[in-house]
């Protein structure tokens, strides 16, 4: 079984840029996460989609994130403009139910963004 | 809110060696607990979980960890680490309310020979 894939792996851009991060969840999990891990850090949330629906998105900066889940499938997370402080490892998980603390979250190996 | 304190930031230990790693936590209710391990360029995978029941579980790896309520902790342990556990290990508390996931800071692991 294909595990939650992530792409691109590293991402080198100067501030100001925009950039976009794509994560394809495993198959029939309709529950995505997308998580922020800065360096020597666990990662934290910064939004939760239950199917194609933002039911969390209470920690992400809107002003310059922005994130999708047409079809309730893939997702896509975007920033723009980056910033300096921006530079972090992008994780993409995915589980089974609506979310549920006890439903094992599946996690892909993330997208390494250097902002310049 | 929960939180997770992992008081270690890197142990080293050689390989054959036993291994503990500690991990605390606050919550007021009974919580739900995980250790997840890093590799470099990969993601979290997880190791165990506890959600209630027998307080000493058995993970994948040869792993186990021990939930202790009165300490508030739940730490990993392995009696035997081979060179390819090293890696950041990640404690995590959720509560049934909150699906959130609240990580430590991960402990760092090094193998020598």
């Known amino acids: 079984e294909a595990g939650v894939v992530q792409s691109p792996r590293y991402k080198i851009i100067e501030k100001k840029q925009p950039v976009a991060f794509w994560c394809n969840p495993i198959?029939?999990?309709?529950?995505l996460y997308w998580y922020l891990q800065n360096l020597g850090q666990g990662p934290e949330l910064l939004i939760r989609y239950e199917n194609e629906e933002a039911v969390d998105d209470s920690q992400l900066p809107k002003d310059r994130f922005s994130a999708e889940r047409l079809k309730g499938v893939d997702s896509t997370l975007k920033i723009q403009p980056a910033e300096l402080g921006d530079s972090a490892v992008y994780l993409c998980?995915?589980?089974?139910?609506?979310?549920?603390?006890?439903?094992?979250?599946?996690f892909g190996p993330g997208t390494r963004l250097t902002v310049l | 809110a929960q939180s997770v304190t992992q008081p270690d930031i890197h142990i080293t230990v050689s390989e054959g060696a036993s291994l503990e790693l500690r991990c605390n936590y606050s919550y007021g209710a009974t919580p739900y607990l995980f250790w997840y391990v890093q590799s470099p360029g990969q993601g979290l995978q997880l190791l165990l979980k506890?959600?209630?029941?027998?307080?000493l579980v058995q993970g994948i790896k040869g792993f186990e960890a021990e939930f202790k309520r009165s300490q508030s902790s739940f730490n990993l342990r392995k009696p035997s680490v081979h060179w390819s556990d090293a890696a950041e290990y990640f404690c995590a508390v959720a509560s049934y309310t909150d699906y959130k996931l609240s990580f430590g800071a991960g402990t760092t692991v090094t193998v020598r020979a």
């Open positions: 198959s029939g999990h309709n529950t």
């Open positions: 998980a995915s589980s089974l139910s609506r979310g549920g603390a006890v439903d094992t979250q599946y």
């Open positions: 506890y959600f209630s029941g027998d307080t």
